[in-house]
Nanobody
Framework: QVQLVESGGGLVQPGGSLRLSCAASGIIFSIYVMGWYRQAPGKQRELAAVITSSGRTNYLDSVKGRFTISRDNAKNTVYLQMNSLKPEDTAVYYC??????????WGQGTQVTVSS
């Protein structure tokens, strides 16, 4: 059974930082491309950051230079370091393995609220 457990969200002021974590189980974590998605109220879910099994990364234009995705394959965990947060980063953040048969593999998400 695949489980993805996100944590680390919260309320932060504009300009602040948060580090999200996602612990995965039930999959051979090290072979998967992993993504951090986010969904703001009334908007579609979007891919914010992605990391390959070898550590190559890519980012949504609006988070480049502010967010850093990383992974620790020994701990089956993917991270998202978020700096210089803006109100428009407010969303529920989810991690998700990206593969053809991974459509159902979602966690409960973690809420990030950026507000003064």
């Amino acid at each position: 059974q695949v489980q993805l457990v996100e944590s680390g969200g919260g309320l932060v002021q504009p300009g602040g930082s948060l580090r999200l974590s996602c612990a995965a189980s039930g999959i051979i974590f090290s072979i998967y491309v992993m993504g951090w998605y986010r969904q703001a109220p009334g908007k579609q879910r979007e891919l914010a950051a992605v990391i390959t099994s070898s550590g190559r990364t890519n980012y949504l234009d609006s988070v480049k230079g502010r967010f850093t995705i990383s992974r620790d394959n020994a701990k089956n965990t993917v991270y998202l370091q978020m700096n210089s947060l803006k109100p428009e980063d407010t969303a529920v953040y989810y991690c998700h393995p990206i593969c053809a048969s991974c459509d159902d593999y979602w966690g409960q998400g973690t809420q990030v609220t950026v507000s003064s």
